[in-house]
Every structure is written in C-alpha cells, then in structure tokens.
C-alpha cells in the first residue's frame, strides 16, 4: 500500500477517508485536520491563548504537539491527581519531558495533594460511596476552569478524540440523557465565570492519534488508570469498531452528523439562560444551588458524605 | 513470524497481512497499530517469517 501523496511505503491506512499515508506525509496531515476543526468550529483565533490540559496520554500531548506546531500560544496544563502504583509520577514524567523537548512550552502543574490536602484515591476513601472517576473528573473540571480563568486564557482545550465522542454519545443517547446530548459539543462557550471548553481533535480517531504520537517520538503514557472506569467505554467502543468494519466512516457520520442533525432541527433544548447560577461562596465559580460548589463541598469536613449524588449521563473522559 | 501485544507473544506463520495476523490472534484492527523494527507499517503489509511485530494498542477507556 503506497501513500497517495509520494508513493512511498504507506504508515497508515484510513479507509473512512480512502487515503493511505506515508509518516511524513501523514504527520502534515494531522496538524491540517486540526487547523480545520478549529476553524469550523470557531474554536479560537490565532491570537487567543490557550491552555491545553495534558494528562500524559497519547491524545493530550498530540494536541499540545499539534497547536505549538500550528504557531498557537498554547500553554499546559498538568494536574497530579496522586494515583498510585506510579501512575501520576510517570504521567507527570512523561508530560516534563515532551516540555523539555519543546523548547519554549510552558506547563503549569497542581498538585492535588500539596494544594487542596488529599489525593483523589485518599479522596474516595474519604467519601465511601463515590467512585474515584467521578470526584476525579469534578476535580479536574473545576482545576481546569480555576486555571484557565485566573490565567486569562481564552480557552480550555482538551484531547477528546473523535471515538471518545462517539462512545460518549452512543451511551448518553441509549439512555437519552437530554441534557447530556444538548452540551455534547466540540466548543463548550464561555459562561460568567466558567471558561470556554474546546475540543480540536474531534474529527480524529484514537488510532490518529495514536500513529501521530508515535511518528513524533512522543513518549506517552501507555497504561490504562488503575482506578479507570474503563470497561463501559471500552464496551461502546468496541461495539462501534465492529459497525465501523461493516460499513466505514460510521464513526465519523455518528458524531458529526449528530452535530449538524442537532443544529438543523434545533434539538435537545437545554435553555441554560433559565438556570440560575449563583457564585459558590468559597471559590466563586458558578454553581446550581446557592453555597457551595460540589467541588467545595468535596473539601468541607462539616459536610462530609453529603455532596449531591452523580448526574446520570456522562461528559467522557 | 512473532506478534507482540502488552505481555504477550503469538507465533505465526509468514505469509500473511498484518490485519490477518491481528484478526488471527483475537485482537481488532482498527484497536492496534503495528510497528515492525521501529517503524509504522500499514495493514496491508505483508509479514515475512522473520519479522518481529509489536502491536500498540490505542484504545483508551478514560
């Protein structure tokens, strides 16, 4: 199988696109998909600063890659949950040393533990009941937006990849979590007090970006989370590989033409100008209900145990 | 030929693309890349008796 650009030995084959590449030609092919899915989908201008939130997986560090080649003002963004069996040491590892070999990157790092007092493994401990990937993910979400907006960052962006979409999207529309299908976008817009929330490797699947990192000699973290709720994810993802080996480019019709279905018949209404958000009265990020924010509630000892139970519905990863 | 995914080894015969040899050992295609002595090579490729494939899984369930 020859590239179709120069002939050569072909890296990897895309059937949904019927284009098989070279490494070279491949590695300029990635950054213009990226390039395009900013554009469409107004992600952010080339002047806005960015801060990307890098978990040393292959997708994050693909995307830091990708914007710092396309000339963006992307800086990191690494947060050390302190998971152990030396998973967030080699994670942070991995992602110090993509910093030194991008000269001029700059990457800011919380630490979960020496900031806020608690891991999030001794967090779950703390909170029987609620599972490590759910106060993981209301952690990261509020460091993230806390960092973005102290920053003055124009935007958050994150490495959701088109197959973490799509098994997002085929588990929320199996249960039809409606308000679940009606924020499930590539750009989340800014709100008072949360920061935009942009997604620029929504058109590429996880073996892209895979093949990208592995063509850069990105060094990235191989392993699964040991706390990881993998098995759901994996499942639907599973599920979807196998329709994708019937019939090619469902991946991409799924996700995108769920987009464009959405928009041009107006569905899954969320009005969310009718939700009342009010300050949280210890960080001031928005929050449903008056006092404080889920995230604070996480940390105030008088309230141990009684933060509200998880939504049903899923944001991904 | 030897195929290689996490902690395991596959003997198999030479002769065959590298999505037979994936789909011959259970494991999904479109869920692995193959890299042959350091280097990405496509599906297509056929596999000699001698080559040492490592699969890279790509697959994450975050």
């Known amino acids: ?317 | 030929m030897k195929l290689i995914y996490r902690d395991k080894t596959w003997e198999l015969r030479g002769g065959m693309t590298v999505r037979d040899a994936i789909r011959k050992v259970g494991l999904d295609p479109e869920a692995v890349l193959a890299v042959r002595d350091g280097v990405l090579i496509n599906e297509e490729t056929i596999l000699g008796e001698d080559d040492v494939v490592r699969l890279v899984a790509v697959v994450s369930g975050g």
């Open chain 1, 1 to 317: 199988m020859k590239c179709k650009l120069c002939g050569k030995t072909a890296a990897i084959n895309m059937r949904q696109h019927r284009l098989a590449l070279c490494g070279e030609h491949f590695l300029g092919w990635v950054p213009t998909q990226v390039a395009r899915t900013i554009k469409r989908y107004r992600m952010f201008g080339p002047d806005e600063r960015i801060l990307v939130a890098v978990s040393g997986g292959k997708d994050s560090l693909t995307l830091w890659d990708v914007l710092l080649g396309l000339g963006y003002h992307a800086d990191g963004l690494y947060i050390n949950l302190g998971i152990g069996n030396g998973y967030s040491a080699e994670s942070e590892a991995k992602v110090r040393a993509f910093v030194d070999a991008h000269p001029g990157a700059h990457l800011r790092i919380v630490d979960v533990a020496a900031e806020y007092g608690a891991s999030i493994p001794e967090l779950a401990r703390r909170r029987r009941g609620r599972k490590a990937c759910s106060l993981c993910g209301l952690v990261k979400r509020h460091i993230m937006n806390q960092a973005a907006c102290d920053g003055g960052y124009a935007a958050i962006a994150t490495g959701h990849n088109l197959d973490d979409e799509d098994a997002v999207l085929l588990q929320n529309a199996l249960r039809w979590s409606v308000p679940y299908l009606a924020r499930q976008a590539p750009v989340l817009p800014a709100e008072p007090g949360l920061a935009r929330k942009v997604k620029p490797l929504v058109r590429l699947r996880e073996r892209e970006t895979a093949a990208y990192a592995l063509l850069r000699g990105i060094d990235y973290i191989y392993e699964e989370c040991p706390h990881a709720e993998g098995a759901t994810t994996l499942f639907y993802k599973e599920i979807l590989n196998q329709l994708e080996a019937r019939s090619p480019a469902t991946k991409e019709m799924f996700y995108l033409n769920f987009l464009e279905a959405r928009e041009q018949y107006d569905l899954f209404h969320v009005d969310r100008e009718a939700l009342e958000m009010h300050p949280c009265q210890r960080c001031g990020q928005p929050t449903s209900a008056p006092g404080l924010c889920a995230f604070c509630r996480l940390w105030a000892r008088d309230e141990e145990g009684s933060e509200a139970p998880g939504r049903e519905g899923t944001e991904g990863k």
